[in-house]
């Protein structure tokens, strides 16, 4: 199965994140793609099985702006060839920024469900202010993405 790691980030945090996701779903078979700065047309050559999106949040809930182009190629577009496929989100931010809090993972989400694209598990919400490690702490949630994955 072909996975298609969608990254954004402002600092490096969900771009380390991206990086530790698409390691773990090699070892676990699985084949990635993840390029913080593809294109809609490399997304579509690769014809991904499966999508991963791993963003951070910026300014007043926004996608940091390496993922921006590519968000709005694909809500501009809404390629029907990606109807159906699983897919998941992890999103960054920091709590103390109240209802923006993990807004750019809202946004993946949001895009994903105009796409048809099926959550196999609930976002998973990293909080800056209490993580220091986000990509350990994201290989629970990781694991169970895996095991959805490979449940089909």
């Keep these: 199965m072909k996975v298609a790691i969608l990254s954004g980030s402002v600092y490096g945090s969900a771009e380390e994140v991206a990086r530790h996701a698409a390691n773990l779903l090699k070892t ?10 593809a294109s809609l047309a ?30 709005f190629a ?7 060839a990606w109807r159906g496929l ?10 103390s920024y109240g209802d923006t809090f993990c807004g750019g993972g ?11 694209i099926r959550e196999v598990l609930p976002m998973l ?8 490690t986000p990509e350990t702490d994201a290989e629970p949630w990781l694991a169970q993405l895996i095991t959805a994955l490979q449940a089909g």
Excluded: C, K
């Excluded at 690769?46 to 963003?55: E, G, I, M, S, W």
């Excluded at 694909?74 to 029907?80: E, G, K, N, Y």
């Excluded at 992890?90 to 709590?95: E, S």
């Design 106 to 116: 809202e946004l993946m989400r949001e895009l994903f469900g105009e796409l048809g």
């Design 125 to 132: 919400r990293l909080d800056a202010s209490e993580s220091v």
């Design 28 to 37: 676990a078979g699985f084949e990635t793609f993840h390029n913080p700065r």
């Design 86 to 95: 699983p897919g998941a989100v992890i999103g960054l931010g920091d709590a």
């Design 74 to 80: 694909i809500r501009d577009q809404l390629p029907a």
């Design 42 to 71: 490399d997304l579509q050559a690769y014809a991904p099985d499966a999508f991963l999106a791993v963003t951070s949040t910026t300014g007043m809930g926004e996608l940091p702006d390496n993922l921006q182009p590519l968000y």
